[in-house]
């Protein structure tokens, strides 16, 4: 597992870089902020914070501290930040404008921002830095829920069946993907089998899978490891690609990675992205699927199986099963539309 490891380091340390930079534009009483979260928080949390508390230092020197500068705002003036200050930053969030560029948040990004807001007030307020808490009177933006976007059963089949195929392809795609069949199939049935993370799958590497009892071993978020089972069909689709690359010479030799793209260099995010919405685009043109709707439609197919939403939250990853309930809450529904008729209150007459 060293190379799984040295890619997870790989991205922490480019994280890393940027949060130094970033500190450079935040108050100085930022830098004892995010060593103290250090311990207990991944280093892709403290970037999203920092990004989001950038936001949110400007805006105050803009309104509430108007005669200075990011960089000399002290606890004293975090202090005095009032409840409606952050009222008024929310508000302002759905059309704001930031080094030139307007931003315009939705209710789920300005809860994302108030809640890097809050988790920096509660710390120092914890450590009587400050001597009260006023992010935690801000009540969250009402969430609106969002339809769950997922394949059907049918689609599912026929997506696997286009990777293998090619049909439906474009002339370009078409060109290329005698060489990229196997690998593009394993993706997929790896993404519709398991509902690994887009990033977790790419972090894997050649020794990440263990055919002994069909498992492999991710990080997920927060830095956990976690090992993660998969069915015989999962198995003879990655058995097939790592069969196909144990016979091409053209692989650099050290190069480790699960999935190569075609300059036989680990595949990004966006390659993988772009590689699920070519054959999406084929099965059901008027649905926006992602590798995160994979997983859900993973989740889906789950939940119908076993009917036990703590087992797909553990599956997942998810550490709030609400969060998983939310998810699935459709399913929920389709049950009881379907357990309906099952309570009779007066006999048939054939009973």
Known sequence: MSKTKDYYLDRDNKNLKRIYGLLEELPPFAEDYFRGIEQRTSVETR?????DLRIFFDFLVKTRFRR??????????LGAVTETDIEIFLSRLSL?????????CNDRAKARKLSAVRAMFKYFFNRNMIDVDNAAKVETPKQHEKEIIRLDADEVSEMLEKAESGQGLSRHAEGYHARTRVRDTAILTLFLGTGIRISELVGLNNESIDFSDNSFIVQRKGGNKAILYFSREVATALKRYMEEKAEDNKIPQGENALFLSLQYRRMTVRAIENLVKKYAKIVSPLKKITPHKLRSTYGTMLYQKTGDIYIVADVLGHKDVNTTRKHYAAITEENRRRVADKVKLRPDEDD
């Open 47 to 51: 970037l999203k914070y920092a990004y």
């Open 68 to 77: 200075k500068e990011v960089a000399d705002l002290t606890l004293e003036d």
């Open 96 to 104: 704001y404008t930031f080094k030139g560029k307007e931003l315009r």
